[in-house]
């Protein structure tokens, strides 16, 4: 088995890929990396084939041809990171929205703590937000405490998108099973290990909004978890 690996999908990154891969691969861990890239027209994936040049072994890159949403992203990601034989799987954004210095912190839960599951949590020690405007903190403090209430998860950051999974975890979700496509992808997962029994355990670190590139947040997306979370909810109930 191969140790660590973050995957980090992207669409429209040019500006920030080469930065977040270099400071991944600076750490005092060595995290291999996994971009996948949906066609970005802004030809993120011509940078990250450059760049294979120079770290060959642990630079690796997986092009989808059409922009299909980040749970399809990360569920591609997932399934070649399972086939590649790694044991920690990460999720992280490209926009330095999460530092690179905090995997160290999810891997050692995963690793040493006994977690199955270590979420980068921004509410864990109260709101760790840098950057965002008032109505996105409350919009995405409350969808959390919204998603705590309808699933009963006892998790403070419910739509965290920097995460450790086991590779356990992952081979025993259903994959092919995970419905959302959207933001709400992150809950599903969460609450799919939940399900399963597995030891989510929520580490702090500060969220910093991104400073180049454009967000891909959209009404659709919001509209996607507080709908779809009351449904996911129900077929966990009758067992569907």
């Known amino acids: 088995m191969k140790d660590a690996i973050v995957i980090i999908p992207t669409y429209n990154e040019i500006e920030n890929i080469e930065a977040i891969i270099i400071a991944v691969f600076a750490q005092d861990k060595a995290f291999n990396v996994l971009v996948v890239d949906d066609n970005s027209p802004d030809l993120t994936a011509e940078k990250v084939k450059f760049l294979q040049a120079e ?132 809950i599903e997962m969460k609450f799919k290990a939940h399900l399963k029994g597995f030891k989510i355990v929520e580490v702090p670190v500060i969220f910093t909004d991104r400073a180049k590139g454009k967000s891909k947040m959209s009404g659709g997306i919001i509209s996607e978890a507080v709908f779809g979370v009351i449904n996911m909810k129900l077929k966990s109930l009758f067992g569907k």
């Open 55 to 186: 770290f060959p072994d642990r630079l690796f890159l997986l092009q989808r041809k059409n922009k299909t949403g980040l749970g399809t992203a990360y569920i591609d990601g997932f399934k070649w990171c399972l086939k590649n034989e790694y044991d920690y799987i990460f999720e992280m954004d490209a926009d330095f929205s999460h530092n690179p210095d905090d995997l160290i912190k999810l891997y050692h839960a995963c690793a040493n703590e006994g977690a199955d599951v270590a979420i980068g949590s921004r509410y864990i020690t109260g709101v760790n937000v840098v950057n965002w405007p008032m109505n996105r903190i409350l919009l995405s403090y409350f969808a959390s405490k919204y998603v705590r209430f309808i699933t009963r998860m006892k998790i403070q950051d419910t739509t965290a998108g920097f995460v450790c999974y086991k590779r356990k975890v992952l081979e025993t979700i259903d994959l092919n099973a995970i419905k959302f496509v959207g933001y709400a992808f992150q």
